[in-house]
T-cell receptor
């Protein structure tokens, strides 16, 4: 089955700096890669996703890149703000109707 | 407006006493998932329904069962909760199709005493 590795497990940045979180996946059949933000005591919320036919996607301060050959994808947050502090999970899905398989999460702390 | 609703948000149960967690959705999605998330860990898939078809993960304990009486509702039953079952339980839904996102509820925090 699919296995998703995520690094780093914790990341501390100063407000205004950029943050990068990296994930690798094992199953070359995976074709959908969502990123979730989870705040304390809440369920994960989708913040951005990318499909296997796209190399990069951007939404305001958030961008995701995908390298299918290397089987890795990354989340980039620019101009970080304290409210970006949360746990971020990457995930991979093999096909429609299957469950996302999550990485172990990255705790991002943005200090002002 | 909440689209995936989990009740209750917090549940305390006694060791060995059966407990049921509920999930409802207003999205008319045909796929529903249950995840278990322990502190500082990633959500771990327990099982999911694809329409009425039940799919159990190989390492999900027999203590955990699920029911889906209709499209909108799904229940997680823990027959004899142990201390190790204390966790956040997350329900999610998605719609059949290519690469559709999963929507999560707010979760139910289960405490076993």
């Amino acid at each position: 089955g699919e296995n998703v590795e995520q690094h780093p497990s914790t990341l501390s940045v100063q407000e205004g700096d950029s943050a990068v979180i990296k994930c690798t996946y094992s199953d070359s059949a995976s074709n959908y890669f969502p990123w979730y933000k989870q705040e304390l005591g809440k369920g994960p919320q989708l913040i951005i996703d990318i499909r296997s036919n796209v190399g990069e996607k951007k939404d305001q301060r958030i961008a995701v890149t995908l390298n299918k050959t290397a089987k890795h994808f990354s989340l980039h947050i620019t101009e970080t703000q304290p409210e970006d502090s949360a746990v971020y999970f990457c995930a991979a899905r093999v096909m429609a109707g299957t469950a996302p398989i999550f990485g172990k999460g990255t705790t991002l702390s943005v200090s002002s | 407006d909440a689209m995936v609703i989990q009740n209750p948000r917090y549940q305390v149960t006694q060791f060995g006493k059966p407990v049921t967690l509920s999930c409802s959705q207003t999205l008319n999605h045909n796929v529903m998932y249950w995840y278990q998330q322990k502190s500082s860990q990633a959500p771990k898939l327990l099982f999911h329904y694809y329409d009425k078809d039940f799919n159990n993960e190989a390492d999900t304990p027999d203590n955990f069962q699920s029911r889906r009486p209709n499209t909108s509702f799904c229940f997680l039953d823990i027959r004899s909760p142990g201390l190790g079952d204390a966790a956040m339980y997350l329900c999610a839904t998605s719609r059949e199709g290519t690469n559709t996102e999963a929507f999560f509820g707010q979760g139910t925090r289960l405490t076993v005493v």
